[in-house]
């Protein structure tokens, strides 16, 4: 897992929540390197034959039989496992271990977007999704509920607790500063962050921008898109000769971000779900958009961000295009009706999007 990625800022976020009631034993792992708690206890990265094997047991047995130690003396109250796709023999073992030290433990799995069926494009993962046929099965032996960012009451013939993801700033609101974006006022700024992949819809964002500009609106719209991006995007900007109207930038951290934002006017969430059959949205971004106090462009439903909240703009959920003449007048009206508007943002995300909100329930239940 990257360091820096939404992923890892969601389980330092969830490692907080859990910290509020409990000592809390952290194993993880990242890079070939596997830790518990801040102790690296195996390193694979040293060699390129090491990581394969890494990667590989990763998919196929897991990391857990390294914390053997840790399980056999400890007696813990609650264990919350966030899985990656598998559920694999070594995290049976594991649980069954667990169990076996504490029978009244409780035992949550998280699992990502379900069904993630689609999501595997390898033949590896393909393959390696059949075995789950195996182990799926064996999980309601030892956990007590499904941690799940979808609709469904029951996964796997086990019980769930259907949450929407969190966020813990790593800048506090504090640091961000109390101003209209300082640019031109014949400009308008929009952002999108994200480790960017097909289903981000970047495109869409370019061509909106396209169609925009061939309606000679009277302000100046510029896109700036931050973190890694795929190659059809920049090559659609140039085609489209919007080189010096669509700005590219290397990945930030969140001081950076937070600094950034200030100079922007709206952001951008995922813009192509529906790509992948996705029907509601629990981003991250959009969560770390509004501890940054930004209004924010939609198309997929999110629970935590209904249609009537004043900083929240949404577009048909499919591939057409935003009516960017439309985002200038939302933020016109915003701006008007809400001076303090990112005071406002902020607030709302501090009652409302913390991860000892969201895990409420899992954590007045233990």
């Not at 890892?8 to 990242?30: Q, R």
């Not at 109390?178 to 952002?191: S, T």
């Not at 869409?204 to 896109?223: D, E, F, M, N």
């Not at 971004?285 to 629970?303: H, Q, V, W």
């Amino acid at each position: 897992m990257n360091k820096n990625s939404g992923i890892a800022k969601k389980c330092l976020g969830i490692i907080d929540a859990f910290n509020s009631k409990y000592d809390v034993d952290v194993m993880s792992e990242c890079n070939g390197e596997v830790f518990f708690n801040q102790k690296k206890i195996k390193d694979y990265s040293s060699t390129l034959n090491k990581m394969r094997f890494y990667y590989y047991n990763d998919i196929f047995l897991g990391q857990f039989s390294l914390f053997g130690k840790q399980v056999r003396s400890n007696k813990y109250d609650v264990v919350y496992v966030r899985i990656h796709y598998f559920v694999t023999f070594g995290l049976l073992r594991f649980l069954k271990k667990i169990k076996r030290a504490n029978n009244s433990v409780r035992i949550y799995i998280e699992i990502p977007t379900f069904p993630f069926d689609k999501e595997l494009k390898s033949k590896v993962y393909r393959f390696r999704n059949q075995v789950n046929r195996i182990t799926i099965p064996l999980l309601k032996k030892y956990v007590t509920k499904i941690v799940t960012l979808s609709t469904h009451d029951i996964i796997w013939e086990i019980p769930t607790v259907r949450i929407s993801n969190g966020f813990l700033p790593a800048v506090t609101d504090k640091g961000l500063v109390r101003h209209q974006p300082n640019v031109p006022d014949n400009e308008f700024h929009i952002a999108m962050i994200a480790q960017f992949n097909d289903w981000h819809a970047a495109d869409i964002l370019v061509k909106s921008l396209k169609a925009y500009t061939l309606t000679s609106g009277p302000v100046r719209i510029k896109i700036h898109f931050i973190g890694k991006m795929i190659g059809k995007v920049t090559e659609m900007v140039k085609q489209e000769n919007l080189q010096h109207d669509v700005i590219f930038h290397e990945e930030m951290d969140a001081n950076e971000i937070a600094a950034f934002l200030n100079n922007i006017h709206v952001c951008v969430g995922t813009l192509g779900h529906h790509r992948k059959n996705i029907q509601l949205d629990s981003s991250l971004k959009n969560r770390e958009y509004a501890f940054s106090g930004m209004p924010m462009i939609l198309k997929t439903p999110d629970l935590d961000f209904k249609e009537n909240l004043f900083f929240v703009k949404y577009f048909p959920d499919d591939e057409t295009l935003l009516d960017l003449a439309q985002v200038l007048n939302f933020f016109g009206k915003l701006k008007t009706e809400h001076p303090d508007y990112k005071t406002e943002i902020i607030e709302y995300a501090k009652e409302n999007l913390s991860w000892k909100i969201k895990l409420k329930e899992v954590l007045e239940a233990s």
